[in-house]
């Protein structure tokens, strides 16, 4: 059975689900189990995904059929703090991962560009290594670039806001932007409020956007982002996006590998 590994950012957590939930192809699940794992293990588990529980480097043997076996490990999201930390640990467990995948996606950006020759770097590993990209062939710049679809797309909605600072908050980012915001170098401390809020008003943030992505795992989007928006005295504004870019990359990849 042909195998294809996610090395994936939690941020994904909710599109990972989706894939997995919409694709029959996928007949063998396998989550490394680690701490960072544990909230898409929920998540499969409400969908009615079934997966098996695996450590770093042993893998189960895996039956011979036509369908797919799909390895996903999710890296925690402290690593955006250092992007050479970030960098080391995707090139780390691509270069393992490589041993036994036919193929490997990273669920990346550019993140600050630390992963924009990744093509070139991993061009030596014996499967092909893939990043989130458009359709004409760029690396998406960044979680917020790949649910709007593009860099075009993200830039015209920045330039529809004309000169608002604006928050894009997606269903994970809401769950988790206090961890987010202090690995982007924005506050030490996202606890301390007054400090952060004072941070945000000099960055001239007035807007939070909440950015439908049509999925709905997480189930506290609508409180998260309504708490949000009073700590810091933000206006919400809803926004579309979606989960396209990252399924076509999916599907791309998959189709080289079967």
């Known amino acids: 059975m042909p195998v294809l590994s996610f090395i994936a950012c939690?941020?994904?957590?909710?599109?990972?689900?989706?894939?997995?939930?919409?694709?029959?192809?996928?007949r063998n699940l396998l989550i490394v189990n680690n701490e960072d794992a544990r909230m898409l293990v929920d998540k499969l588990e409400d969908a009615?995904?079934?997966?098996?529980?695996?450590?770093?480097?042993?893998?189960?043997?895996?039956?011979?059929?036509?369908?797919?076996?799909?390895?996903?490990?999710?890296?925690?999201?402290?690593?955006?703090?250092?992007?050479?930390?970030?960098?080391?640990?995707?090139?780390?467990?691509?270069r393992?991962?490589?041993?036994?995948?036919?193929?490997?996606l990273l669920l990346y950006g550019l993140c600050g560009n630390v992963l924009d020759?990744?093509?070139?770097?991993?061009?030596?590993?014996?499967?092909?290594?893939?990043?989130?990209?458009?359709?004409n062939g760029d690396i998406i710049d960044d979680c917020i670039g790949a649910v709007l679809g593009s860099r075009a797309a993200y830039l015209e909605k920045l330039k529809s806001f004309n000169g608002v600072g604006t928050f894009f908050m997606t269903p994970m980012w809401a769950a988790h932007w206090r961890e987010m915001?202090?690995?982007?170098?924005?506050?030490?401390n996202p606890d301390d409020i007054k400090m952060s809020k004072f941070v945000f008003?000099?960055?001239?943030?007035?807007?939070?956007?909440?950015m439908d992505t049509g999925l709905y795992y997480e189930k506290s989007f609508d409180p998260m982002v309504e708490e949000f928006a009073r700590l810091f005295e933000f206006n919400i504004i809803e926004m579309k996006a979606s989960p396209r870019l990252l399924v076509n990359c999916y599907e791309r990849i998959k189709g080289e590998v079967l």
């Open 10 to 26: 939690r941020i994904f957590e909710d599109e990972i689900v989706h894939i997995i939930e919409n694709d029959n192809a996928i």
């Open 48 to 94: 009615g995904c079934d997966y098996t529980l695996v450590s770093d480097d042993v893998l189960p043997d895996c039956p011979e059929d036509d369908g797919l076996t799909l390895v996903v490990e999710i890296l925690e999201l402290a690593l955006h703090a250092t992007p050479d930390d970030l960098k080391e640990a995707v090139y780390s467990k691509a």
């Open 96 to 104: 393992e991962k490589s041993e036994y995948s036919d193929g490997i």
């Open 117 to 135: 020759k990744v093509d070139k770097d991993l061009a030596d590993l014996p499967c092909p290594v893939h990043i989130l990209k458009e359709d």
């Open 181 to 188: 915001v202090k690995a982007a170098g924005l506050t030490n």
């Open 201 to 210: 008003d000099y960055a001239g943030y007035k807007t939070v956007a909440k």
